[in-house]
């Protein structure tokens, strides 16, 4: 059974970090490339960060460039984004995703950046 655990969210203050999880299982971790997805409501789901399946190579938003990190443990079946410098509007729910010969989705969680 394929599964995406997402973890790590709650509530940061402006300028502040977190560091979103997202531990994979059920499928060849290392097969699949692994992004993460933020939506607020009323909005589309949009892509956050994104890194190939051996984690040589990464791509993000420009709205996130330089502040957000995505890396991987092919070791742990693990993906996880770093986030720093955190504005209100990173506010959003998170999802993971895995993106391969099938696509995966973890069930969110929750990023709230206010003071």
């Known amino acids: 059974q394929v599964r995406l655990v997402e973890s790590g969210g709650g509530l940061a203050q402006p300028g502040g970090s977190l560091r979103l999880s997202c531990a994979a299982s059920g499928f060849t971790f290392s097969n699949y490339a692994m992004k993460w997805f933020r939506q607020v409501p009323g909005k589309e789901r949009g892509l956050v960060a994104a890194i190939t399946g051996a984690g040589g190579g990464t791509n993000y938003a420009d709205s996130v460039k330089g502040r957000f990190t995505i890396f991987r443990d092919n070791v742990k079946n693990t993906v996880y984004l770093q986030m720093n410098s955190l504005k209100p509007e990173d506010t959003a729910v998170y999802y993971c995703?895995?993106?391969?010969?099938?696509?995966?989705w973890g069930q969110g969680t929750q990023v709230t950046v206010s003071s």
């Open positions: 995703s895995a993106a391969g010969p099938y696509d995966y």
